[in-house]
T-cell receptor
Framework: GDSVTQMEGPVTLSEEAFLTINCTYT??????LFWYVQYPGEGLQLLLK?????DKGSNKGFEATYRKETTSFHLEKGSVQVSDSAVYFC???????????????FGTGTRLTIIP | DTEVTQTPKHLVMGMTNKKSLKCEQH?????MYWYKQKAKKPPELMFV???????INESVPSRFSPECPNSSLLNLHLHALQPEDSALYLC???????????FGPGTRLTVL
């Protein structure tokens, strides 16, 4: 079945450091890929997405490129801030039917802490 | 309005109680979802409603009973829960070829 393997955490970085969180996937067909972020005590927020190979998703300084040849969707940011501290989930989406039924398969999540 | 709202924010219930979680969205989405998230784990899909009909049930125990009264509302009725059912319950709406799922803030459920 479909699966997402995500970099183990927790990850602790100093402010302004470069961030990479690795994500690889196993899936048949052509899934869409997402990064969601969860701040303490909150639900999930979409950070960025890519719907086909070679697409680059970007938002708030974060970027990820859909690499079909390496089945990867690594998250990067050039200079992290304390406010980026959160849990990051990589996810893939498969459509089940024509009526928008779909399943999101999540990675285990990576807890990121940025210290001043 | 790009928000999914959930009530209550917190819920404590005994194993013999009956309670309901509520979710609402006004984005015109025709698919809505219930997820369960245990501490330090990713969300796990429970149910999917599409056009107000149950389309996916991920083998969830019958003590969880979903209901979709209309296209904006999604309920999760709880009865005879176990302590291991304590978790954050997330509602989402949207999805499809061009849209992502929008998540609500969740209801944190504690079963005593």
């Amino acid at each position: 079945g479909d699966s997402v393997t995500q970099m183990e955490g927790p990850v602790t970085l100093s402010e302004e450091a470069f961030l990479t969180i690795n994500c690889t996937y196993t899936a048949t067909g052509y899934p869409s890929l997402f990064w969601y972020v969860q701040y303490p005590g909150e639900g999930l927020q979409l950070l960025l997405k890519a719907t086909k190979a070679d697409d680059k998703g970007s938002n708030k300084g974060f970027e990820a490129t859909y690499r079909k040849e390496t089945t990867s969707f690594h998250l990067e940011k050039g200079s992290v801030q304390v406010s980026d501290s959160a849990v990051y989930f990589c996810a893939l989406r498969k459509l089940i039917s024509n009526f928008g039924n779909e399943k999101l398969t999540f990675g285990t999540g990576t807890r990121l802490t940025i210290i001043p | 309005d790009t928000e999914v709202t959930q009530t209550p924010k917190h819920l404590v219930m005994g194993m013999t109680n009956k309670k309901s979680l509520k979710c609402e969205q006004h984005m015109g989405h025709r698919a809505m979802y219930w997820y369960k998230q245990k501490a330090k784990k990713p969300p796990e899909l429970m149910f999917v409603y599409s056009y107000e009909k149950l389309s996916i049930n991920e083998s969830v125990p019958s003590r969880f009973s979903p209901e979709c009264p209309n296209s904006s509302l999604l309920n999760l009725h709880l009865h005879a829960l176990q302590p291991e059912d304590s978790a954050l319950y997330l509602c989402a709406s949207g999805g499809g070829s061009y849209n992502e799922q929008f998540f609500g803030p969740g209801t944190r459920l504690t079963v005593l």
